[in-house]
Each structure stands twice: as structure tokens, then as C-alpha cells.
């Protein structure tokens, strides 16, 4: 299991598994769920290598390791940190 960390909340999910429903759970805003709208970003304050690679749809709107898309993230392992 890896260990999302959402502002001062922690939440279990499965290695490999994506973090949007997690997110979208704990507060997170959603509109589109596909990438385009910018609305789901989300600051990594810790463990940006346990995330996946950088989407498509997140190059395009700009993003990097330190502002991604909680829509598109995936968690690989460990723990990653993050706020909004
Ligand atoms: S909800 Fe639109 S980019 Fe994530």
C-alpha cells in the first residue's frame, strides 16, 4: 500500500492505483477528470518519484514535478505529500 498525505489527512491506496478518487474524497475540486482544466491541481510537498510520469495532458497545461494534476496522477509506491 502506498500513503497519500492530503494537507494534514493520510489515506491508504493500493501500489500503482490512481489518486483521483482519494483527492476528489478529501476535498480536491474536480470539473473534467480528463486532464484539460486545470482544476484538480494539486502543490507535491514530498515523495514526487513515487508518483508516475508526467502525463500528456499535463505537459500541455504546463505542469512538472512540483504541480501536477490530481486527475492523472498515478502512485506508484511509498508516500507523497501533497496540498491544495
Ligand atoms: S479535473 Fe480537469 S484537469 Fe483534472
Known amino acids: 500500500m502506498a500513503k497519500l498525505l492530503i494537507n ?3 489515506h ?3 501500489d500503482g492505483a490512481r489518486i483521483d478518487e482519494t483527492c476528489e474524497n478529501a476535498g480536491i475540486p474536480f470539473s473534467c ?3 484539460v482544466c486545470a482544476t484538480c491541481q494539486i502543490l507535491i510537498l514530498e515523495g514526487h518519484d513515487n508518483l ?3 502525463t ?3 505537459v500541455d497545461l504546463d505542469m512538472d514535478r512540483d504541480t ?3 486527475c492523472q ?3 506508484k509506491s511509498g508516500t507523497v505529500k501533497v496540498s491544495y
Open 68 to 70: 501536477r494534476l490530481a
Open 73 to 75: 496522477c498515478i502512485i
Open 56 to 58: 500528456e495532458e499535463e
Open 52 to 54: 508516475g510520469e508526467l
Open 8 to 10: 494534514n489527512s493520510e
Open 12 to 14: 491508504e491506496i493500493p
Open 33 to 35: 477528470n480528463t486532464g
